[in-house]
């Protein structure tokens, strides 16, 4: 039987950064990964760290943990070039939230109380991003919402956590859990292994995990449908956001265009409606799109909650039983502070009380409408 101090389950960018900030810690970890790391919802993802452009989900109380995490990327970049040479395409421009409508402007020119964040109107708008639709009236530019390449973000938190000493298990899949003599003894595809503590991190396939210790289906898939193009005209500098829809440009000359939201399809197979979907809010955004060559099309599922919180603490039975999952679509950007988080309340570090209130796993059912 093989043996962990801790193990993680999950070896996506949640899982990747748990590893990392735990490693960081002096913990010896293992990752147990059901295939490839990164190779489920982080690959799919757009990798925008938009702690502003999502303010109004967030509300008030979360907003400072989105951007305790949009600021801790800085220094994991330059911690994960140090240690491993990789440069995870932190890129900067930030992003403009398109305005259309004279009620989105009033709404929107909120935001600009926030640090960093400034109103456009439309002439300097075209000046800073030529070929934005004629009907974009100005936009909400968001200097700190930058965005990475969540592949690589992940490889390079998985790799730094294997410098610092984790192991990586690859298609080690953990199909049931449970504890004895005070050791967790995890069931995996690869015989059995045993753990003084556990961190559950696989996205919206922790549910079959989380059922087992007692805490119910607590995650559900959103699918989310994108494309990728290749630019052929003016370089973009910001990702463009509007209705949750948006564009991203890559260090390799391509436009991410997404996303759809279709709740509770395990699917990951795009559609042509959701490939027609995203395409004509791309084309509401930058009409010149049209022209540009289709290079290929995926889809990813978000793990989503009831009320769009992620899970991030120890179980509330089960002792040494952590859970970091439901991230939704905003896992990307939440994974340095989730990872840290978890590194400090195994190493019984100060955590806010307002944040282990909020992402507690336990917490009671709410019938708030949640903003996908």
Not at 289 to 298: K, L, N, Q, T
Not at 306 to 321: A, N, S, W, Y
Request: hydrophobic share 40%.
């Amino acid at each position: 039987m093989k043996q962990s101090e801790i193990a993680v389950v999950g070896g996506g960018i949640i899982g990747s950064a748990i590893a990392y900030y735990l490693a960081k810690a002096g913990f010896q970890v293992d990752v147990l990964e059901a295939g490839e790391v990164g190779s489920g919802s982080t690959q799919a993802a757009a990798g925008m760290l938009g702690a502003h452009s999502e303010y109004k989900e967030f509300g008030t109380s979360l907003y400072p943990f989105a951007r305790s995490s949009q600021k801790l990327y800085e220094e994991a970049e330059a911690a994960i070039r140090s240690l491993t040479g990789i440069d995870i395409e932190r890129r900067t421009g930030g992003l403009l939230k398109l305005v259309f409508k004279e009620e989105e402007r009033a709404r929107l020119l909120e935001l600009c109380s926030l640090e960093g964040v400034t109103w456009l109107d439309h002439a300097s708008l075209t000046d800073k991003t030529p070929g934005l639709a004629e009907s974009v009236l100005g936009a909400v530019h968001m200097e700190e919402d930058v965005h990475v390449t969540p592949a690589i973000a992940c490889n390079g938190f998985r790799s730094a956590a294997q410098v610092l000493g984790a192991e990586i298990h690859t298609y080690t899949r953990v199909e049931k859990i449970g504890k004895e003599a005070g050791h967790y003894q995890l069931q995996t595809s690869k015989g059995k292994w045993q753990a003084e503590r556990v961190v559950i991190a696989s996205g919206v396939w922790s549910n079959s995990i989380l059922e087992q210790t007692g805490l119910g289906s607590s995650i559900f898939p959103v699918k989310g449908e994108c494309i990728a193009v290749t630019n052929t005209q003016a370089p973009l500098r910001c990702s463009l956001f509007h209705d949750q829809h948006y564009i991203v440009p890559r260090n390799n000359n391509e436009l991410i265009i997404g996303a759809t939201k279709v709740e509770n399809d395990w699917t990951t197979e795009p559609t042509l409606g959701g490939i027609q979907t995203v395409m004509e809010k791309a084309r509401q955004m930058l009409p010149g799109i049209d022209e540009m060559p289709f290079r290929r099309s995926w889809a990813g599922l978000r793990p989503q909650t009831f009320d769009g919180k992620p899970l991030i603490g120890e179980h509330p039975e089960m002792k040494g039983l952590f859970i970091a999952a439901g991230h939704q679509r905003n896992g990307i950007l939440l994974a340095p502070a989730t990872g840290k988080m978890i590194a400090d309340l195994l190493s019984g570090n100060d955590v806010s009380e307002e944040w282990k209130e909020a992402f507690r796993v336990d917490r009671p059912y709410s019938n708030e409408e949640v903003l996908l």
